[in-house]
DNA sequence: TGGCTTCTGTCAGCTGGCTGACAGTCGAGC
DNA sequence: GCTCGACTGTCAGCCAGCTGACAGAAGCCA
């Protein structure tokens, strides 16, 4: 794992970067040649009716995991260069921008792990990185009304961008769907902080935040 | 992991049986001796300040394992015995009923792999089992009405304890937090179905499923 | 059996956020 | 520079579900 890893909920938990820090890059060098798979920006690489299961090694890009219902769409999160991810049934998984992929069937875990067993370590760090994105993802939804999960991914984003401009992936609806509302309402709750002095919009896509405590404030609830 | 595992979330996705039956009681041949600790009913096995993560059997009893915020809870699921659970960090977990569990260090978790690989897959597929079950909770959360929501957990019990008629785990607000809706709306949702026929209430605790096919079709949404 | 506590059903008022719609702005391509 | 399509901001109407409250039923214990 590179400190390239970077995963929108997992680095709302605020121990993102430490957790980062103790992955091994070992992990990477001792993976067996998988199959190389080039996507174009807004490609399909992986739909809930695939029934083969397969580990995942981002090589190159950037990729978003999702959910959709009717006409809604949740944004799991996404996944940058080094990131490890283990289908999903009911995920969709997308290009956001030309990417590289190695793969390798699931089955194959079980002897990548037989010849080299830290392997499994890594790959239980993994999973459970994925788990404890969830588990913010559900608290959000459960507990933390719109404005406290964007004041929340602002920080976040803060930390990771080590920069209080900070550089926003894709345009509003996409945000939207990674923070389980509606473009329009997100949309609004951004304008309302801008217009209460929490933020200043540079341009499209970037965001000032100017007031950090009432930021926190709001992350709090 | 015995056919005695039983997870509301995990039942829901109509896979929960098959997957049970993939399980090996060899798992847990192999693991080595633990400390074992014993709770009543009410006790908190762990709390979210713990900062020493576990993995832990569940050998006798019922655990929930739930989140909150403020004055709300949200309930992830619950464990019986044969059940593992690696600790989350944000996570409670409290006994329903006496209980007794054995668990280890996660540190231990590391030699536990170096002697037998094969508990790596193992703890693979419940930390995946895991997922799986936040995933359906995501999906409730962010896709499903409060009705689709009761629906598929009646119709995903219905499935595990082989009746129309469907013996629920404790009472009214312990269910509506796994469910993720408050004890009113609940309450409320049931007695409609009631009132239009889809069920009947033998007894506190216990319904009768009456419509499966106007349940299946509420589960839909 | 009686008293007390917990559980359940029901109600009314409220609201956060959704949805559809539309106007203005921005960016890309010719 | 112009055109067109995508993006963004804003608005109004609506509603699923929350919340606090209260009454009645059920369960538990002395």
Redesign the pocket.
């Known amino acids: 794992m590179s400190d390239a890893t970077r995963h929108p909920h997992a680095a709302m938990s605020g121990s993102g970067a430490g957790h980062t820090g103790e992955r091994s890059a070992d992990w990477l060098a001792q993976l067996p040649e998988g199959q190389i798979r080039q996507f174009d920006e807004g490609d399909v690489i992986c739909r809930p009716d695939n029934h083969q299961n397969r580990i995942f090694l981002i090589q190159q890009g950037c990729v978003r995991i999702c959910l959709s219902a009717?006409?809604?769409e949740l944004t799991l999160g996404w996944l940058r260069p080094g990131s490890i991810y283990v289908t999903h049934t009911r995920a969709w998984v997308e290009a956001l921008e030309p990417t590289r992929i190695c793969s390798w069937p699931i089955e194959r875990l079980t002897s990548m792990i037989a010849e080299a067993p830290e392997l499994a370590i890594a790959a239980m760090r993994e999973v459970g990185m994925m788990l404890h994105q969830a588990t913010n993802l559900i608290e959000d939804l459960a507990f933390?009304?719109?404005?406290?999960?964007l004041a929340r991914y602002l920080l976040l984003e803060r930390g990771t961008q080590n920069s209080d401009t900070i550089q926003?992936t894709?345009?509003?609806?996409?945000?939207?769907s990674l923070l389980?509302?509606?473009?329009?309402?997100?949309?609004?709750?951004?304008?309302?902080m801008?217009?209460d002095g929490l933020l200043n919009?540079l341009?499209?896509?970037q965001l000032q935040l100017l007031d950090i405590a009432a930021l926190e404030a709001l992350a709090q609830v």
């Open positions: 009717e006409h809604k933390r009304p719109v404005d406290a999960r926003l894709g345009h509003t609806e996409l945000l939207a389980g509302t509606s473009r329009q309402t997100l949309s609004t709750s951004i304008n309302r801008i217009k919009k341009e499209r896509q």
